[in-house]
């Protein structure tokens, strides 16, 4: 199983812009669905994330500017990123998780800047 994820982009501060992440087959007892960063540098950190029954958690720097959303159905996750700033660049992750295997996206590099 592969996820895939698109989206990334270069855009300018205050922009938006929206990840998708698909995975390539039907993954059973998906319980987390997520987004992580990671800034050169700097290690992989967590940006939101999403259970199964719809409650979401978000990184402080994000909060109010990022949304979460997933379709159970289609196993698919999306991250709509508005206001962005120069701080959000960095390759962002798709991940999945079961409560027994992870699976991660290779990533899509977003870049805020003028």
């Known amino acids: 199983v592969q996820l895939v994820e698109s989206g990334g982009d270069l855009v300018q501060p205050g922009g938006s812009l929206r990840l998708s992440c698909a995975a390539s087959?039907?993954?059973?007892?998906?319980?987390?669905m997520a987004w992580y960063r990671q800034a050169p540098g700097k290690q992989r950190e967590l940006v939101a994330g999403i259970i199964s029954g719809g409650s979401t958690n978000y990184a402080n720097s994000v909060k109010g500017r990022f949304t979460i959303s997933r379709d159970n159905a289609k196993n698919t996750v999306a991250l709509q990123m508005n206001s962005l700033k120069p701080e959000d660049t960095a390759v962002y992750y798709c991940?999945?998780?079961?409560?027994?295997?992870?699976?991660w996206g290779q990533g899509t590099q977003v870049t805020v800047s003028s």
């Open positions: 087959e039907r993954i059973f007892g998906i319980y987390t």
């Open positions: 991940y999945c998780g079961t409560g027994g295997i992870d699976y």
